[in-house]
């Protein structure tokens, strides 16, 4: 089973894609993860994408699509996905389906978050508290609003051409968000 996790950064991806992986049993993918863990190693790609993540920008497509590829490919991605942060781009969209035409691989659904926008701000101003992220500063977190409305959101209207789009309220507790997702997913 394939599902996409999508929306503006700050509402809750990650956490329900964890939830989603566990029941299912099939692995949670995030871009932003993988991509943290070369910074870690600093591979060179991990040096190239510090910078542009670090001022709130987009990693190339090119770079991104070929990461997507060996990980759909990969041994243990055979039964599905929670992909998280990818597509964000139209590009890496079309790419994507592409791929999975080749693959033969069927995309179940693309779960779309929706949370208004103060209370991103509220989220991505929490986490920064938290976690401490290189990328959560004020300016980067305003960066990422502008380039998710210019670059990604444009991705929602790909998906919801093709019918595979529903739109689940991130709004409520991490169970209630979850149980949405669920139903969304029936
Ligand atoms: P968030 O959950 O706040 O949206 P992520 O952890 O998904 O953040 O991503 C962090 C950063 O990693 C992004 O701001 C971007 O620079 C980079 N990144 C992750 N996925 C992609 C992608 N598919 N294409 C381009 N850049 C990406």
Known sequence: ??????????????????????????????????????????????IKAKVLMDAGNLVAD???????????QSHECVNGIILDGFPRTVEQATALETMMQ?????????????????????????????EHRADDTAETITKRITIYKQSTAPVKTYFESRGLLSSVNGEGSVEVVAQRMLEALK
């Not at 949670?28 to 943290?36: A, F, V």
């Open 102 to 130: 080749e693959l033969h691989i069927s995309l179940k659904r693309v779960l779309y978050i929706e949370v208004t926008e103060e209370h991103i701000m509220e989220r991505l101003v929490k986490r920064l508290s938290v």
């Open 62 to 72: 090119d770079i991104m699509i070929g990461m997507i590829r060996s990980v759909l």
């Open 1 to 46: 089973m394939h599902i996409i996790l999508f929306g503006p950064p700050g509402v809750g991806k990650g956490t329900q894609a964890k939830i989603l992986s566990e029941r299912f049993h099939i692995p949670h993918i995030s871009t932003g993860d993988m991509l943290r863990e070369e910074i870690k190693h600093q591979t060179d790609l991990g």
